[in-house]
């Protein structure tokens, strides 16, 4: 008699979760990209949103991984830390936030796919790196 522990399970654990984020997230996000594309009725079109969806299936368990990675190590950070909030989402917001759905427009490199997330503005934390002049000390004369 075969065990049915939680091992034997995970592979479907894993898809329920994976078709869950498809369905509940994934597909709402993609219908509200910008359909004013005249394009997208073309060969040319139709060619480029096949491709970003195979780019998508191939790219999203990675980065998938990569987020619940570090949804768990900024779990343990934030216990181990004694609660320090800005700990966690030092780890968090790196690899939570970012792309997760490849589109025509990332093919296209008018839009940058981001592996690594940014912090939004609104969060208190610059959205982009500091001037170098400003991190290094001014030379002494």
């Known amino acids: 008699m075969k065990p049915c522990g939680f091992w034997s399970r995970l592979p479907l654990v894993t898809l329920v979760v994976v078709l869950t984020f498809f369905t ?25 949103q096949v491709l970003s969806a195979l780019s998508t299936i191939v790219y999203f368990p990675f980065k998938g991984a990569f987020a619940i990675g570090g949804g768990i190590v900024g779990g343990l950070a934030y216990l181990f830390s004694g609660g320090s909030e800005q700990t966690a989402k030092n780890i968090w917001i790196p690899s939570m936030y970012g792309t997760y ?23 208190g934390a610059p959205a982009e790196p500091a001037p170098m002049s400003r991190l290094a000390p001014e030379p002494a004369q």
């Open 101 to 123: 759905i490849i589109t025509p427009e990332h093919l296209a490199g008018d839009r940058a796919v981001r592996f690594i997330g940014v912090a939004a503005e609104s969060d």
């Open 24 to 48: 509940m997230i994934a597909v709402p996000a993609w219908s509200q990209l910008s359909s004013d594309d005249t394009s997208q009725g073309t060969a040319s079109g139709v060619g480029m």
